[in-house]
DNA sequence: CAGTGGTCTAGACCACGCT
DNA sequence: GCGTGGTCTAGACCACTGG
């Protein structure tokens, strides 16, 4: 009689698994109504909301409401944080400025932009421990929301210590393009970064700033930059959806 | 009269988050029963579930049968696979061989050990494209689980074409250590590596493996090492929870 | 053994997307 | 307007953890 031993939101749940990752399921296919699943299963509708709101996060459904539920697609944009070649002067016509963002992301076949937006804030925590200030310490941030085809990609926060701020094109609003790039411009070429990554869920606030569904991590990029003296210039936050993006580091194995 | 327009849900989610992003609940404090919530909010006890399920997906509580709801903590091993040092030769022992992990965590005031199983294995897609082979192609695996002080830390499959792995030690079962390097010494020196980043939610089975809470995410962490003739001589795929671990690279800005 | 969270039901009404 | 998923309730019983 081999009773199954797992409770009726696992069995929905672990079927409904399997209809996906066997692939009588696929991409875009929509699933039955809840209450036809209930019935099916011979189980009340608050179990199957249960075991569907698993999948959810797990990443391998979509919800909403009047619309059904959907199996989730993902296509992925290449983002190249450790590689540098210039792109903003690549296939430049005159007079155009493209940034590295623009340039990476029509390489591959897409339209980014970037809305930046430029101020004076106190130094969170992070901040405030790689920069070598204090905590709360005023600095000079730019925000920048990175966009593909309109949508919301990435947000970027760059912030820098005030004295390296101060009087430079770094609070300028809009989007610039220095060429050169924009640290060497202000007498503090960065020789070296150093790239903490790591994957979280997203707050809240990131979470609608990048119209995130349920079930969407982040991966969580904060770079420092260094000048030739040691001395932390520049951070940057980066957060990047794990629906969106593949991070890629080439890494040559000198021992 | 300002009518609150968000939901009874995100009322009592948003509540907690507060609590939580403000410092009055800390660390490993214990929320209130469940029933008790649901009493303070003159709210249902099924919706006082759905608020807190809400906060657990998003990695702010742990769960748990009898033990109730504690603010999650988190405490991260760094880990650099972008570095290489010769770590498993630097402070050894004569005799004693300690590979590049134990070394590793070690260095953080830990102690690393790692379970090997070697075999034979079906290439999945993302191997064979990578290896630039037919999918499902019989290929060498050494599947490893990474443990730090005796719990899980990280899965570590690595994948290498038959004809490489033949007759030597890439076969060979627990954790063996070749000084010099594992491929150099099979005649395959790895002089570049690609790095491919993702965050992504943790299958089920990866979820057990690794003993992950809801609301842990994974990073994806698939390197391809290619030989100097530039062929792809190994993928190795990493399953790095979030929860413990922050992934750094060391990134020399040579323009 | 008391108290906690986990499972499950039945039913009601609402909000949104489509067509 | 129909059909979908989203919100919410009230109540019952179970399973685990801790003292």
Same mark, same amino acid.
């Given at each position: 009689?081999? /009773?199954?031993?797992?409770?009726?939101?696992?069995? /929905?749940?672990?079927?409904?698994?399997?209809?996906?990752?066997?692939?009588?399921?696929?991409?875009?296919?929509?699933?039955?109504?809840?209450?036809?699943?209930?019935?099916?299963? $011979?189980?009340?509708?608050?179990?199957?909301?249960?075991?569907?709101?698993?999948?959810?996060?797990?990443?391998?459904?979509?919800?909403?409401?009047?619309?059904?539920?959907?199996?989730?697609?993902?296509?992925?944009?290449?983002?190249?944080?450790?590689?540098?070649?210039?792109?903003?002067?690549?296939?430049?016509?005159?007079?155009?400025?493209?940034?590295?963002?623009?340039?990476?992301?029509?390489?591959?076949?897409?339209? *980014?932009?970037?809305?930046?937006?430029?101020?004076? #804030?106190?130094? !969170?925590?992070? /901040?405030?421990?790689?920069?070598?200030?204090? !905590?709360?310490?005023?600095?000079?941030?730019?925000?920048?929301?990175?966009?593909?085809?309109?949508? !919301?990609?990435?947000? #970027?926060?760059?912030?820098?210590?005030?004295?390296?701020?101060?009087?430079? !094109?770094?609070?300028?609003?809009?989007?610039?393009?220095?060429?050169?790039?924009?640290?060497?411009?202000? *007498?503090?070429?960065?020789?070296?970064?150093?790239? $903490?990554?790591?994957?979280?869920?997203?707050?809240?606030?990131?979470?609608?700033?990048?119209?995130?569904? #349920?079930?969407?991590? /982040?991966?969580?990029?904060?770079?420092?930059?260094?000048?030739?003296?040691?001395? #932390?210039?520049?951070?940057?936050?980066?957060?990047?959806?794990?629906?969106?993006?593949?991070?890629?580091?080439?890494?040559?194995?000198?021992?």
């Amino acid at each position: 009689m081999a /009773v199954d031993s797992r409770n009726l939101i696992e069995r /929905v749940a672990d079927h409904y698994r399997a209809e996906i990752s066997s692939g009588r399921l696929k991409s875009g296919d929509t699933l039955p109504p809840e209450q036809d699943i209930a019935d099916q299963h $011979e189980v009340s509708r608050g179990t199957v909301r249960q075991a569907l709101a698993i999948l959810t996060n797990e990443g391998l459904l979509t919800s909403g409401r009047g619309r059904g539920r959907q199996v989730r697609s993902y296509d992925l944009l290449v983002w190249e944080p450790g590689t540098f070649e210039h792109k903003d002067q690549r296939g430049d016509q005159p007079g155009t400025h493209r940034d590295a963002w623009r340039a990476d992301v029509a390489e591959q076949g897409r339209e *980014g932009s970037q809305e930046v937006e430029p101020g004076f #804030a106190q130094a !969170p925590d992070v /901040v405030a421990e790689r920069l070598g200030i204090e !905590p709360k310490a005023a600095v000079a941030v730019r925000r920048r929301v990175r966009l593909v085809d309109g949508t !919301p990609y990435q947000l #970027a926060d760059s912030y820098y210590p005030r004295d390296i701020a101060e009087g430079t !094109p770094i609070l300028e609003p809009g989007d610039v393009t220095i060429p050169g790039g924009l640290m060497t411009a202000v *007498g503090h070429e960065q020789v070296r970064y150093r790239d $903490e990554l790591r994957a979280r869920m997203p707050t809240k606030d990131e979470a609608s700033r990048l119209n995130l569904m #349920a079930g969407t991590p /982040v991966t969580q990029h904060v770079r420092t930059g260094f000048d030739k003296e040691g001395r #932390a210039v520049r951070v940057i936050i980066t957060i990047v959806p794990g629906d969106r993006h593949v991070i890629v580091y080439d890494v040559s194995a000198t021992s």
